[in-house]
């Protein structure tokens, strides 16, 4: 889930199409994936309009949505007027893990695929997302929250639709957690050591252990400029920073503390896990008529009380970039079904995701629903997340451990400017690709930019120097980042020259020969070329 750069705590997110579910057909080239319209892998029919015809596609889900979204599509099929039928072949690929498929390789991932806030960024950059045209994205706004609408935009163009939020609160047992109690951490703690029941709150993940310095009165906010260098507004490094690293203390001083987060930890005999509305089936069944749900509460230091404030994002589903805008429009058309009043009310009934379509969060049993109840409160209190530089989770995860292990203010101070020091090593990455590996120490940061591949337009390219090594291999990443890996299953040109089998799990890049080489990317389609000399 969860989780990455522009930290933007601040910047948050195809065709021009008709309403889902009927109206007139669009309009060729329409799609916003560019170029004419044409049959393409759609078979084009002759009723039903100029989209009617059968398309090959595949979709990646959630696992606890598969079913459901087979269900959607089929009705789909039997109820769109346009003569659309996609025969679907549904995979279970998570948000996270869809979108580092699709960077690696665009050409080979879904059609249609869910997506959380964090890999936004990244996706548009790789060109795996396609634009959306003006009426549907005039449909997004319409029928979306404002915050949502403002997650699926950036650059004032939409990309995605959107589907569900993305943050987390606390499950609780009510047997051993009075109703008085859910709002103080303080309290939490006496009440499951009372009980020899554990809290689980994964603060040794970023992810969580944010909320403690938001709450605090933190900041971290990340941009770019025109040249992709970072620029940081972040205070963690400061008295309110020191607050949060007390607080996190005093919750990891408790014999009865787990740094794990999951509903599954109730079976284990915890009595309050902070997650989110993922967790909200597992929580139900373990717990039954126990089950409750509350924003988090606040933490108290040196006698005053901070309100956590976990970070928030959003769950949507992206249109891959298609070479047929016939087809391209066609799977808009499925994303606009998906993502309605309607499908939003199903899923909530079937995994309890949170409906982000205004009509579908007022209908009453949204509302009347606690785990749902909890999380639109939290969304009152809580820090919205943008794209978040991959090096920065570390950078916040490290100081869990310091305030874990020590209740030295000193201590504490000095972990701080250890991850300022941090901060202004990532400020001075760019945002781009970098080529690294055995020629370079495998250093994906490279301030130099001696291996930052670069070029007008959508080509990028570097001639590097190979030495003689053991092992003469490499892969094509974001600067400062290890997750978007590039590399030999992307070589289209060049192939001849690298050992494929070499690369292994990894997909490095591995030279059969020491010597000069020229590598290029072309970041629409992702191909890679490499010639020698």
Same mark, same amino acid.
């Given at each position: 889930?969860?989780?990455?750069?522009?930290?933007?705590?601040? !910047?948050?997110?195809? =065709? *021009?199409?008709?309403?889902?579910? /009927?109206?007139? $057909? @669009? %309009?060729?080239?329409?799609?916003?994936? +560019?170029?004419?319209?044409?049959?393409?892998?759609?078979?084009?029919?002759?009723?039903?309009?100029?989209?009617?015809?059968?398309?090959?596609?595949?979709?990646?889900?959630?696992?606890?949505?598969?079913?459901?979204?087979?269900?959607?599509?089929?009705?789909?099929?039997?109820?769109?007027?346009?003569?659309?039928?996609?025969?679907?072949?549904?995979?279970?690929?998570g948000e996270g893990e869809a979108a580092t498929q699709l960077i690696t390789d665009v050409e080979a991932g879904?059609?249609?695929?869910?997506?959380?806030?964090?890999?936004?960024?990244?996706?548009?950059?790789?060109?795996?997302?396609?634009? !959306?045209?003006?009426? =549907? *994205?005039?449909?997004?706004?319409? /029928?979306?929250? $404002? @915050? %949502?609408?403002?997650?699926?935009?950036? +650059?004032?163009?939409?990309?995605?639709?959107?589907?569900?939020?993305?943050?987390?609160?606390?499950?609780?047992?009510?047997?051993?957690?009075p109703e008085d109690a859910v709002g103080s951490m303080d309290k939490i703690i006496e009440a499951c050591e009372?009980?020899?029941?554990?809290?689980?709150?994964?603060?040794?993940?970023?992810?969580?252990?944010?909320?403690?310095?938001?709450?605090?009165?933190?900041?971290?906010?990340?941009?770019?400029?025109?040249?992709?260098?970072?620029?940081?507004?972040?205070?963690?490094?400061?008295?309110?920073?020191?607050?949060?690293?007390?607080?996190?203390?005093?919750?990891?001083?408790?014999?009865?503390?787990?740094?794990?987060?999951?509903?599954?930890?109730?079976? @284990?005999?915890?009595?309050?896990?902070?997650? +989110?509305?993922?967790?909200?089936?597992?929580?139900?069944?373990?717990?039954?008529?126990?089950?409750?749900?509350?924003?988090?509460?606040?933490?108290?230091?040196?006698?005053?009380?901070?309100?956590?404030?976990?970070?928030?994002?959003?769950?949507?589903?992206?249109?891959?970039?298609?070479?047929?805008?016939?087809?391209?429009?066609?799977?808009?058309?499925?994303?606009?079904?998906?993502?309605?009043?309607?499908?939003?009310?199903?899923?909530?009934?079937?995994?309890?995701?949170?409906?982000?379509?205004?009509?579908?969060?007022?209908?009453?049993?949204?509302?009347?629903?606690?785990?749902?109840?909890?999380?639109?409160?939290?969304?009152?209190?809580?820090?919205?997340?943008?794209?978040?530089?991959?090096?920065?989770?570390?950078?916040?995860?490290?100081?869990?451990?310091?305030?874990?292990?020590?209740?030295?203010?000193?201590?504490?101070?000095?972990?701080?400017?250890?991850?300022?020091?941090?901060?202004?090593?990532?400020?001075?990455?760019?945002?781009?690709?970098?080529?690294?590996?055995?020629?370079?120490?495998?250093?994906?940061?490279?301030?130099?930019?001696?291996?930052?591949?670069?070029?007008?337009?959508?080509?990028?390219?570097?001639?590097?120097?190979?030495?003689?090594?053991?092992?003469?291999?490499?892969?094509?990443?974001?600067?400062?980042?290890?997750?978007?890996?590039?590399?030999?299953?992307?070589?289209?040109?060049?192939?001849?020259?690298?050992?494929?089998?070499?690369?292994?799990?990894?997909?490095?890049?591995?030279?059969?020969?020491?010597?000069?080489?020229?590598?290029?990317?072309?970041?629409?389609?992702?191909?890679?070329?490499?010639?020698?000399?």
């Amino acid at each position: 889930m969860k989780k990455i750069l522009a930290i933007i705590l601040a !910047l948050t997110m195809i =065709a *021009a199409l008709c309403a889902c579910g /009927g109206g007139a $057909p @669009a %309009a060729s080239g329409s799609a916003g994936s +560019g170029g004419s319209a044409s049959s393409g892998s759609g078979q084009a029919g002759s009723s039903g309009g100029e989209l009617a015809g059968t398309y090959d596609i595949t979709v990646w889900c959630p696992d606890n949505e598969v079913e459901l979204r087979k269900a959607m599509i089929e009705e789909f099929n039997k109820t769109n007027t346009d003569g659309i039928v996609f025969n679907a072949t549904v995979e279970n690929v998570g948000e996270g893990e869809a979108a580092t498929q699709l960077i690696t390789d665009v050409e080979a991932g879904a059609d249609l695929y869910n997506f959380a806030s964090d890999q936004f960024a990244r996706l548009v950059q790789a060109n795996a997302l396609a634009k !959306l045209g003006s009426k =549907a *994205a005039e449909i997004v706004k319409e /029928g979306n929250s $404002p @915050a %949502a609408v403002d997650a699926v935009t950036i +650059g004032g163009e939409m990309y995605a639709y959107p589907l569900t939020d993305n943050g987390f609160f606390m499950y609780y047992d009510k047997s051993v957690i009075p109703e008085d109690a859910v709002g103080s951490m303080d309290k939490i703690i006496e009440a499951c050591e009372a009980a020899q029941k554990y809290l689980a709150f994964d603060v040794g993940s970023g992810w969580y252990l944010s909320a403690y310095f938001f709450g605090a009165g933190c900041v971290s906010q990340w941009s770019t400029d025109a040249e992709g260098h970072w620029n940081v507004n972040d205070d963690f490094n400061s008295d309110k920073g020191l607050i949060a690293m007390k607080g996190l203390n005093k919750l990891q001083a408790s014999p009865f503390f787990l740094s794990k987060s999951g509903a599954a930890e109730f079976d @284990a005999g915890a009595a309050v896990v902070m997650s +989110g509305l993922w967790d909200a089936g597992a929580a139900k069944d373990i717990l039954g008529d126990n089950l409750g749900a509350a924003p988090l509460p606040s933490f108290t230091v040196d006698g005053k009380d901070y309100q956590l404030k976990p970070f928030m994002g959003y769950k949507f589903i992206g249109v891959k970039t298609q070479t047929d805008a016939v087809k391209a429009a066609a799977l808009h058309r499925l994303a606009q079904y998906l993502t309605s009043e309607e499908a939003q009310l199903q899923r909530f009934e079937a995994v309890t995701w949170a409906p982000v379509n205004v009509n579908a969060a007022a209908a009453d049993a949204v509302k009347a629903n606690p785990v749902i109840a909890a999380d639109m409160l939290q969304q009152q209190c809580c820090t919205a997340q943008g794209q978040v530089n991959d090096g920065w989770w570390n950078l916040a995860a490290a100081l869990s451990a310091t305030a874990k292990e020590s209740g030295d203010e000193a201590a504490y101070k000095a972990a701080l400017q250890t991850y300022a020091d941090g901060l202004e090593k990532l400020k001075n990455l760019r945002e781009g690709l970098i080529f690294v590996g055995a020629w370079n120490g495998w250093n994906n940061a490279d301030e130099a930019d001696t291996y930052i591949l670069t070029g007008d337009g959508d080509v990028k390219s570097l001639t590097i120097e190979v030495p003689e090594s053991d092992y003469m291999g490499g892969r094509i990443v974001n600067i400062g980042s290890w997750e978007t890996g590039m590399g030999a299953a992307q070589v289209k040109t060049g192939a001849d020259l690298i050992d494929v089998a070499a690369g292994g799990d990894d997909n490095n890049i591995v030279f059969v020969n020491p010597g000069t080489y020229t590598v290029s990317i072309d970041t629409a389609s992702g191909e890679i070329s490499i010639t020698a000399g």
